[in-house]
């Protein structure tokens, strides 16, 4: 794996996946022989992802987010630590902003596998939870895992906010990790990610920001008071969005937050009931 450059881990992972064993497992039988057949199938999953750049994610079908397994595939993007940590900063926050509220509604938009909005319906019960994405094969991925992970949650198909604007709903908290790579930044990607995940996933336009742009114009259309939007951000581009959602809410207040490696990757705009910032 070093050789082409992938994670030594990465055949690790895979054997795991092949026998159907965890680390500890692993290596409880690591004089064992191997079945020829599991072998084989393990050998080509290695060459695939060291010579073609597969995900080992989408080769093993499913990644770990916030404790929990998700399935994965093409139609969606692989969750990212970071994203964890968006969903963590909703979580702290809620509770503050909608003290004593037995329900309070939630869209995840642009949910692709669900990781957001499942997550957010099991950690906090008092969250109704709508995920929208225009991708009938994302959502597809979305409701498989809420089935399984047993997350009440409802899914629209639609682009980025429209599905919530046609149903002419007001909602409390809109969360959303969108397209936010540079089309110019595409020639620096690794071909694990560019090669493989969905582009409607990645890219942001020419500069990244063309999702928050939207954003900054339909939130006033959905979101009550009070209320809450947290965003993923790419590194760097915090300031620029925070500084189109306190131009969207004048009253609000707008907050740059940074990942566990002193990026700014989290954007978080509060508005306050009856005009008055928290």
Known sequence: MRAHGKEERAAEWLLCHHLRTDRAGLFARWREPVDEAVYERFAADVRRH???????????????????????NRHVLIPRPETEELVLGVLKRVPRLFAGRKRIDVVDVGTGSGAIAVTLALENKALSVTATDI????????????????????????????????MGWTVDVVVSNPPYIPETDAAMLSP??????????????????????????????????PALAAFEVG????????????????????????????????????????????
């Not at 597969?54 to 080769?59: D, E, F, K, R």
């Not at 994302?138 to 599905?163: K, Y």
């Open 50 to 72: 060291a010579v073609d750049h597969v995900p080992i994610q989408y080769l093993i079908g499913y990644e770990s987010f916030y404790g929990r397994l998700f399935l994965v």
């Open 135 to 166: 991708s009938e094969a994302a959502l597809a991925v979305a409701r498989e895992n809420a089935r399984r992970l047993g997350a009440n949650v409802s899914f629209l198909c639609g682009d980025l906010l429209q599905p919530i604007m046609a």
């Open 192 to 225: 694990v990610v560019k090669n493989y995940e969905p582009h409607t996933a990645l890219f942001g336009g020419r500069d990244g920001l063309d999702f928050y742009r939207r954003f900054a114009r339909e939130l006033p259309l959905v979101l009550g008071a």
């Open 235 to 278: 590194a760097g581009q915090g300031e620029a969005v925070a500084a189109l959602l306190a131009a969207a809410f004048p009253e609000a207040a707008v907050e740059v937050d940074f990942d566990l490696n002193g990026k700014d990757r989290m954007v978080y705009m509060t508005r306050p009931k009856n005009g008055k910032t928290c």
